[in-house]
């Protein structure tokens, strides 16, 4: 496996919970958008996050780590880059990466920090298609949060969505304040709703296990062929 050093050029809060890394590679790192890296604590430990950007001229390299209390598996990353101003990363890794050489309507559905993966998908699809005259293909993204306060690139996705006119963002929130006049509930389920049938979409898919389960059942279900479903949990599920 090939490991990169990085430099940690910086650890922004974006909400109490999660932080945005940027990582500088000291060497050549290549990835393809919507691939994943893995932080090697040591040998025997490597801790897998996606990658949050398509690949950049620049080269730098985006993480959304969301550590909440108690969850020293992320924490402890965010404490190591602290400590040491660098980190050794493995990737890009995982075939759930965009594919963008023959355009489909696409649909990518994210849940909490499965937005990272999503965000990466998204550049990519925003990027090739703006060289597109003409029709370009319908692009949703369903983020689905806890509450309000966990949807923390809301503005951004909102402003994208605005300038690019075959982008929608429909934001899903499962514990919604009563100002929330959006949808409510499962992220996967308002998908469900909205479309009559998958079969002509591609699907991104990140989030947990058990979504992304329950998500290519009921989307099958809903037409959508199952070559055209993506996700690194469907390697383990």
């Known amino acids: 496996m090939h490991h990169t050093l ?18 500088t590679p000291e060497q050549t790192f290549s990835h393809q958008a919507g691939q994943y890296l893995k932080v090697v604590m040591d040998e025997d430990d490597q801790r897998p996050f996606s990658i949050a950007n398509a690949p950049r001229k620049d080269e730098k390299i985006q993480l959304h780590i969301g550590a909440e209390p108690g969850n020293s598996y992320a924490g402890e990353v965010l404490d190591r880059m602290r400590q040491d101003g660098e980190i050794t990363v ?16 696409t649909v990518l559905l994210a849940g909490g920090t499965g937005f990272s993966y999503a965000q990466a998908i998204l550049q ?15 692009l949703f993204l369903y983020w689905g949060t806890r509450s309000t306060a966990d949807m923390y690139a809301y503005e951004e ?5 605005k300038q690019h006119q075959h982008f929608s963002f429909i934001p899903v929130v499962e514990h ?19 479309f009559v049938s998958l ?13 992304a389960g329950i998500a290519r059942e009921e989307f099958h279900q809903q037409g959508l062929i199952l070559k055209n ?8 599920i």
Request: glycine residues 10%.
């Open 90 to 105: 493995n990737g890009g890794l995982g075939s759930a990466y965009a594919r963008t050489t023959v355009s489909m309507p």
């Open 199 to 211: 079969e002509p979409y591609r699907v991104y898919v990140a989030g947990r296990f058990e979504m």
């Open 124 to 138: 990519k699809i925003l990027e090739v298609t703006q060289h597109t005259e003409g029709h370009k293909d319908p």
């Open 176 to 194: 919604p304040g009563h100002q929330w006049s959006g949808k409510t509930g499962w992220v996967h389920k308002a998908v469900l709703e909205d």
């Open 229 to 236: 479903l993506y996700g690194d949990a469907f390697e383990f």
């Open 157 to 161: 996705l909102v402003a994208l969505a």
């Open 6 to 23: 990085c430099k940690v050029d910086s650890i922004v809060a974006l909400n109490p919970v999660v932080s945005l890394v940027t990582l």
